[in-house]
C-alpha cells in the first residue's frame, strides 16, 4: 500500500504532457518491480498513458480528446543528456512552430551531430538529419532557419513561394549579430541553401550584406527551387529557377 500511495502522489504532482520513466520517480531500487506493476495498472485505469516502453504521461484532456505529448517532451532525452545539448528539433514540427504549415505527421526529426539510425516511440518515427555545424543553444534558431530553407520542398500545405515569404519575415525579425552568424553557418550548408539565403539577405541588406555567400558558390551551377520571382527578385543574379 505504501508503495500505490507513493507512486500515485508523484504522478498526480507532474504536469499533463510530461513524459517520464520509472527512474523520474527516484524511488528505492527494491520497489522497482512493484512500481512498475504499479505503472503499468495506471495506464489500465486511463490515469497515465504509455507513449512506448518505459514511457509513460499523464494524459491532457480537451473538447477534442486525450491531446498527447509535445514532440519536444516526447524526444527530450535526444536533445540534451547530463546538461549539454546533444540535438534540435527540426522538420514538420518546426516548420508548424515557425507558422510554415498547419500539418503535424507523426515524424519527429532532430538535428544532430552524430549519425543516428531512425526511432520508432508508439505511433512516432524519429529520424535524425546530420548537422555539420555545433550544436549550441545559440546557434538552434539559426540552424533551424537554415534547415527550413534546406528543406523548403518539403513543407507540406503550403507553396515554395509563400513558404520564402514566411522565412524573410523571419529572417528579419534578426539582429545584426545574429544575422552575421547565420551568413556563417550557412557556409557548411549545401550550395542551394547559400543561394537562397544569399537572395533573401539580399533583399532585405543589399549586396554588401551578401558577398561572403555569393563568393562560396559555383558561376556555373543553378538550382531549381520554384520560387515566384515577384516573391524573390534577386533569384535570377543568384541562378535560382
Given at each position: 500500500?505504501?508503495?500505490?500511495?507513493?507512486?500515485?502522489?508523484?504522478?498526480e504532482?507532474f504536469?499533463?504532457?510530461?513524459?517520464f520513466?520509472?527512474?523520474?520517480?527516484?524511488l528505492p531500487?527494491?520497489w522497482?518491480e512493484?512500481?512498475?506493476?504499479?505503472?503499468n495498472?495506471l495506464?489500465?485505469?486511463?490515469v497515465?498513458a504509455k507513449i512506448?516502453k518505459g514511457?509513460?504521461?499523464?494524459p491532457?484532456?480537451s473538447i477534442f480528446?486525450t491531446l498527447?505529448?509535445k514532440?519536444?517532451e516526447i524526444v527530450?532525452?535526444l536533445l540534451e543528456k547530463?546538461g549539454?545539448?546533444?540535438?534540435?528539433?527540426?522538420?514538420?514540427?518546426l516548420?508548424?512552430?515557425?507558422g510554415?504549415t498547419?500539418q503535424?505527421?507523426?515524424?519527429?526529426?532532430?538535428?544532430?551531430?552524430?549519425r543516428?539510425?531512425?526511432?520508432?516511440?508508439g505511433?512516432?518515427t524519429?529520424?535524425?538529419v546530420?548537422?555539420?555545424?555545433?550544436?549550441?543553444?545559440?546557434n538552434?534558431?539559426?540552424?533551424q532557419i537554415?534547415?527550413t530553407?534546406?528543406f523548403i520542398?518539403?513543407i507540406?500545405?503550403?507553396?515554395i513561394?509563400?513558404?520564402c515569404?514566411?522565412?524573410i519575415?523571419?529572417?528579419?525579425e534578426?539582429?545584426?549579430?545574429?544575422?552575421?552568424k547565420l551568413?556563417i553557418?550557412a557556409?557548411?550548408?549545401?550550395p542551394m541553401v547559400?543561394?537562397?539565403?544569399g537572395a533573401?539577405i539580399?533583399?532585405?541588406y543589399?549586396?554588401?550584406?551578401?558577398?561572403?555567400l555569393?563568393?562560396t558558390?559555383n558561376?556555373l551551377t543553378s538550382?531549381k527551387?520554384?520560387?515566384?520571382?515577384?516573391v524573390?527578385?534577386?533569384?535570377?543574379?543568384w541562378?535560382i529557377?
Open positions: 500500500m505504501a508503495i500505490t500511495r507513493e507512486v500515485q502522489k508523484l504522478v504532482n504536469q499533463p504532457d510530461y513524459v520513466t520509472y527512474q523520474d520517480l527516484n531500487t527494491e522497482s512493484s512500481v512498475i506493476k504499479m505503472l495498472r495506464v489500465g485505469e486511463g497515465i512506448s514511457r509513460f504521461y499523464k491532457k484532456k480528446g498527447k505529448p514532440p519536444e527530450k532525452d547530463d549539454k545539448v546533444i540535438g534540435y528539433m527540426t522538420g514538420y514540427s516548420f508548424n512552430r515557425l510554415l498547419t503535424v505527421p507523426n515524424v519527429i526529426q532532430i538535428g544532430t551531430n552524430v543516428k539510425n531512425k526511432k520508432q516511440r505511433l512516432f524519429i529520424s535524425f546530420l548537422q555539420s555545424n555545433p550544436i549550441t543553444k545559440d538552434i534558431p539559426l540552424l537554415l534547415d530553407i534546406r520542398k518539403e507540406p500545405d503550403t507553396t513561394s509563400q513558404s515569404k514566411r522565412i519575415a523571419i529572417i528579419q534578426l539582429d545584426k549579430k545574429e544575422t552575421d551568413l553557418l557556409e557548411k550548408y549545401p547559400r543561394a537562397l539565403l533573401m539580399e533583399n532585405i543589399g549586396t554588401n550584406k551578401t558577398l561572403s555569393w563568393n558558390l558561376p538550382y527551387v520554384g520560387i515566384n520571382e515577384q524573390l527578385p534577386e533569384i535570377r543574379k541562378r529557377e
